[in-house]
């Protein structure tokens, strides 16, 4: 395959930009980094601008900016970023200076008055189409199910869905979860989720940055057909040790950081505290588990080797064990979890080159069993991923801003199922895979900016090469409205077999010679305002086809013997829909509503056939399809101490397939003999009834005896104790079925206590 042209190709491109150029010499730039004044930590997406001119930039994702093309003469620099206070500075440039400047912004303190948010180049790049950024402090203080949860938090976001209250899945436009990928310090995660999806495996007390790509997401990303997700965990803190400790009814966490001589280090860890409870309800309950536990451990290791050379080493490892006795003679052993390992060395060629280069390392593992009857039923599901990945951003002047890099890597699955001890299916997959990409944000005019892409991705087994061009086009009419539109092609050689409701038994399984990758085209339009200071509207529009998508054949009982290759059905689908956002950054009051209407359909051959023509498949809705989708978040700053936030919450209602009843069927040919035969509807032709709920948070912040700061926060989930249905469970015995309405969380009020100290 192409991935040794590639590293020439990569090779040729690092030595030529990194040379000395020549060009406008006799101009001058600004660069450097922008951090946290208070903890050193980098500020990405932070915005820089020359004063009076339409000159400026974002930082990029490790903080890094640069202003190139200045004409020499004195100038006011300035740097904005939500939550910090507006900097300033003066600063004279000479004929070709290369000015280092290291920007610190202030937090800002609490304040009573209204406070203004910048506008004119607020969120620069956070307002580009299809993305989306979540604060960690948003995060920490929305309402949760026992606890502040990442992916819980963007489900709020339009374009996101849940599953339900017991899954923190990504449905995101149409996607299922594994056609998102998700990144931790560049590094691919493909166990997101503990506590069998009912929140993430990422820590807040680690995150720094949490920004979502919904779609129609740039050439420097590739690999899943829908959305990327980007989280970077904190560098640690550069100018002092500080610590925290929470205590809440789920888990409890613990955190350090600090700095040592040219850097730093940051260590969290969490895990769950269900012991007790589980040893109370053993005495009370039947069917409880024998154990249950999940733990996870973050952590990053920072050293500045000068100015233009930084490395990091950081790492991940978390896991899930479950141990449930349901029976007298049966019971469900659980064991998985994903560990992540990367290193990676940021390097400053000039003020025009910048580059990071990142050796990466990640392990998925999934070890499911089931006893029945002393008859073991295990599995072993297992990824090792190894790769190489590199990013240049280069700025040859004013007008332009080309990245390019590459991504190679060893990809090794194992997939064993096992009946009694012996083995029933098995398959081992080692492939070589890699990608190239280069696009240019191109600055066509002051209202017209281009951003065109390509990307080049190739899969060793079965000998897959794709082309993905992407293209997105921007117009400015004013300071205040952007007009966006966005295309790209995409490409998956992954797939995640999963239980919409419990994950579990979740399978990775990837394309092999005879399982072509899913493809599939996206649409993008939209508009970004600002109709007054401190508020955004915007709205977007999408549509995404996706086709060759594969998965395990329900319809193969036995798969003993067979090729890999054979073991799949492929289908295609669709999505559209819009999406309405409003938000208030302005004064004691903030917060956002979000509405998305969406439609998502799947199709798949000899599947949801109508009676009068079999053979002919027809589209069906996914479960996750929810045609309405209404957040509303709000904060407010009682005082210095105290503060409240609010959610709601309304969609509607999940697709289900109903169950007519029951039917006896003869065997006549052979046997003769009778049997039960279950009919149903159509798929997913039913709803559930429409799903909302309300939840708030009080907290208040103090001291925990003069050695560090305190916060109490009381949460209500499911203020007005709406049951919303989960599922209906059928009784086919009686005719016509009975239908019993399965739950969801009533009224539910928990505390918990954070020292930081």
């Known amino acids: 395959m192409a991935v040794r042209g590639v590293k020439k190709l990569i090779a040729v491109l690092v030595i030529f930009l990194s040379a000395q150029f020549t060009y406008g010499q006799q101009s001058a730039s600004v660069n450097g980094y922008i951090s946290d004044a208070e903890t050193g930590e980098t500020l990405i997406s932070a915005n820089i601008a020359l004063k009076d001119s339409r000159k400026g930039t974002s930082s990029n994702t490790s903080g890094y900016f640069s202003l190139t093309d200045i004409d020499p003469g004195t100038y006011t620099i300035v740097a904005t970023y939500v939550g910090y206070q507006r900097y300033e500075q003066e600063i004279s440039l000479e004929p070709g200076q290369s000015l280092r400047l290291d920007i610190k912004l202030d937090p800002e303190g609490f304040q009573l008055e209204e406070v203004v948010v910048e506008s004119e180049r607020e969120k620069e790049e956070q307002r580009n189409i299809g993305i989306a950024q979540m604060q960690t402090k948003l995060i920490k203080d929305l309402p949760s199910v026992l606890q502040s949860d990442v992916f819980r938090s963007l489900q709020l976001l339009p374009g996101v869905k849940a599953a339900s209250d017991f899954s923190s899945g990504l449905y995101i436009r149409g996607g299922s979860p594994d056609q998102t990928l998700i990144l931790l310090d560049r590094t691919t995660v493909y166990n997101p989720s503990h506590f069998f999806g009912f929140f993430s495996t990422f820590n807040p007390d680690a995150v720094k940055d949490v920004r979502l790509y919904k779609g129609g997401y740039p050439a420097k990303y590739g690999g899943r057909l829908g959305s990327v997700l980007t989280i970077f965990n904190k560098d640690g803190n550069r100018n002092e040790f500080e610590g925290s400790v929470s205590v809440g009814l789920l888990s409890s966490r613990a955190s350090i950081e600090g700095p040592f001589k040219k850097g730093s280090y940051m260590l969290a860890v969490r895990r769950s505290t269900l012991e007790p409870a589980l040893a109370i309800l053993q005495n009370t309950t039947e069917n409880v588990p024998d154990s249950f536990y999940f733990l996870d451990v973050n952590g990053k290791v920072n050293y500045d080797a000068n100015e233009n050379n930084k490395i990091s080493l950081a790492f991940y490892a978390g896991t899930d064990n479950l141990e449930f006795p349901f029976a007298t003679d049966a019971g469900i052993d659980l064991n998985y979890g994903n560990q992540t390992l990367s290193s990676t060395w940021t390097h400053i060629f000039s003020d025009k080159v910048f580059s990071n280069?990142?050796?990466?390392?990640?392990?998925?593992?999934?070890?499911?069993?089931?006893?029945?009857?002393?008859?073991p039923i295990d599995r072993?599901?297992?990824?090792?991923?190894?790769?190489?990945?590199g990013d240049i951003e280069y700025l040859p002047n004013d007008n332009h801003e080309i990245s390019t890099g590459f991504w190679i890597g060893n990809l090794t699955l194992k997939l064993q199922d096992s009946f009694d001890g012996e083995e029933t299916f098995s398959s081992r997959i080692q492939t070589q895979y890699g990608s190239w990409y280069i696009q240019d944000k191109w600055d066509i005019t002051d209202q017209w900016?281009?951003?065109?892409?390509?990307?080049?991705?190739?899969?060793?087994?079965?000998q897959y090469l794709r082309l993905e061009p992407r293209m997105a086009l921007e117009y400015r009419p004013t300071d205040r409205i952007r007009l966006q539109g966005a295309y790209g092609r995409y490409n998956q050689f992954l797939t995640l077999i999963s239980n919409e409701a419990f994950t579990g038994f979740d399978v990775w399984l990837t394309t092999d010679d005879g399982v072509p990758p899913a493809y599939g085209n996206q649409y993008v339009v939209g508009a970004k305002t600002i109709p007054w200071e401190?508020?955004?509207?915007?709205?977007?529009?999408?549509?995404?086809?996706?086709?060759?998508?594969f998965e395990l054949n329900p319809f193969i009982s036995d798969q003993a013997g067979l090729p890999y290759e054979e073991i799949f059905r492929f289908g295609e689908g669709y999505a559209y829909g819009a999406e309405l956002f409003f938000e208030r950054q302005i004064g004691r009051?903030?917060?956002?509503?979000?509405?998305?209407?969406?439609?998502?359909?799947?199709?798949f051959p000899n599947f949801n056939d109508p009676i009068n023509n079999q053979g002919t498949a027809r589209y069906y809705p996914p479960k996750?399809?929810?045609?309405?989708?209404?957040?509303?978040?709000?904060?407010?700053?009682?005082?210095?101490?105290?503060?409240?936030?609010?959610?709601?919450?309304?969609?509607?209602g999940q697709a289900y397939t109903k169950p007519l009843g029951r039917t006896t069927a003869f065997d006549v040919p052979t046997s003769g003999?009778?049997?039960d035969q279950l009919i149903v509807g159509r798929v997913n032709a039913s709803r559930l009834p429409d799903y909302n709920r309300l939840d708030f948070s009080f907290s208040r912040k103090g001291t925990f005896f003069g050695m560090g700061e305190a916060e109490w926060q009381f949460q209500v989930i499911?203020?007005?104790?709406?049951?919303n249905v989960w599922f209906y469970n059928y009784n086919l015995d009686e005719n016509p079925a009975e239908r019993e309405a399965i739950k969801l969380l009533p009224i539910l009020p928990t505390i918990s206590y954070t020292v930081d100290f």
């Open 357 to 375: 280069f990142t050796v990466t390392g990640s392990r998925y593992f999934n070890y499911p069993s089931i006893n029945l009857a002393s008859t």
């Open 380 to 389: 072993s599901n297992n990824i090792y991923d190894f790769s190489l990945k």
């Open 449 to 462: 900016i281009a951003t065109p892409g390509l990307r080049i991705a190739g899969f060793s087994e079965g």
């Open 534 to 549: 401190g508020y955004g509207l915007d709205i977007e529009l999408y549509y995404r086809s996706m086709n060759d998508l």
């Open 589 to 603: 009051l903030t917060g956002f509503a979000g509405y998305t209407f969406s439609v998502t359909r799947r199709k």
């Open 624 to 652: 996750y399809d929810r045609i309405h989708d209404l957040n509303i978040v709000l904060q407010y700053d009682l005082s210095k101490q105290w503060s409240t936030t609010v959610t709601f919450n309304y969609a509607t």
């Open 673 to 675: 003999l009778s049997f």
């Open 718 to 723: 499911n203020a007005y104790s709406r049951r």
